[in-house]
């Protein structure tokens, strides 16, 4: 099977049609044609499940007043998601977006501009490690698959960072705006296997791979956001092994101690998202705010 069928196959969903929503208050910036919400808009892309989804319960818990875009392939098959959507229909929007489907972030990114005109905070948290009978993280050469590598490639790497650049606008028009920063943010889930100086143990070729290009693209838009003098810091985060989907199949050998829930490792990397300084751009950071190196 061809590698573009089957990315569709396995990331494409149908979009979400929620109630209309009521207008909302809002006042205009002085400095700008797009308007301030207050406590900001924040955007989870990769939000269905696991911590894109902790991510938003926690976004929405904590600021009464921030409103949130949620971004998943197949809405109508993220029940947690729409559970949240019951429970605070006012503040959070959910929007079709797959990671292959470059139209898709497009769309997005116009239903964003049409409703809100700005984005304080982007938080890229979808990743692929395993799909059963499709790929498997490689324990040695002899299994690296091209297939594999260019799909993980494709949805850890390339996906963010074409969402950075149709976001680029709103995060451009947000940052200062609605919130207690001057400068919008881009948080990327990486992983400290991405790291090329920390890699003592090899393997999972594919996935380390494409988390090491993750880290090298978001450094390469730090730059330039940071030479065009844009309020935009864009930073890189390990949320450690979480008790996920994603990590279930290989947590044999984690210790009790290492295995964190959503709930921990979330409320961690908020704090660091919350504490971000402009000197933080283009920085990787591990969960407990230490600096990953490169």
């Known amino acids: 099977m061809k590698l573009n069928l089957l990315s569709q196959r396995i990331f494409m969903g149908r979009p979400y049609l929620g109630p209309v929503l009521k207008r909302r208050r809002y006042a205009f910036s002085t400095s700008a044609s797009a308007p301030t919400w207050e406590g900001g808009v924040s955007m989870v892309q990769g939000a269905s499940r696991g911590i894109g989804l902790e991510f938003v319960r926690q976004l929405l ?3 009464d007043k921030g409103y949130i875009v949620a971004t998943c392939r197949n809405p109508s098959g993220a029940p947690g998601l729409l559970e949240l959507k019951n429970k605070f229909p006012e503040r959070l929007d959910i929007h079709q977006l797959d990671l292959t489907v470059e139209s898709t972030m497009e769309d997005s990114a116009k239903s964003i501009r049409d409703k ?8 890229n ?6 799909i059963p009978n499709v790929m498997q993280p490689e324990t040695t050469l002899s299994k690296v698959q091209r297939s594999s590598l260019l799909l993980a490639y494709d949805i850890n790497a390339v996906g963010p960072i074409l969402v950075i650049k149709h976001m680029w606008p709103l995060l451009k028009a947000g940052g200062g705006c609605g919130t207690d920063k001057d400068f919008a943010v881009v948080a990327n889930l990486s992983a400290r296997v991405g790291s090329i100086g920390d890699n003592s143990l090899g393997g999972w070729h594919s996935y380390r791979a494409s988390k090491t290009a993750l880290n090298q693209l978001t450094k390469n838009v730090a730059v330039e956001f940071a030479r065009k003098k844009d309020p935009i810091i864009c930073i890189l985060l390990h949320p450690g092994t979480v008790d996920t989907d994603l990590s279930k199949p290989f947590q044999r050998n984690v210790p009790k101690e290492k295995l964190f829930t959503k ?12 504490n971000t300084k402009r000197s933080d751009n283009g920085k990787f950071f591990a969960w407990d705010a230490q600096q990953i190196p490169w």
């Open 263 to 274: 709930e921990y490792s979330v409320q961690k990397l908020l704090s660091i998202i919350n």
């Open 116 to 123: 809100y005109g700005s984005l304080n905070l982007l938080i």
């Open 125 to 130: 948290a979808s990743g692929v490690l395993s």
């Open 61 to 63: 818990e904590r600021n």
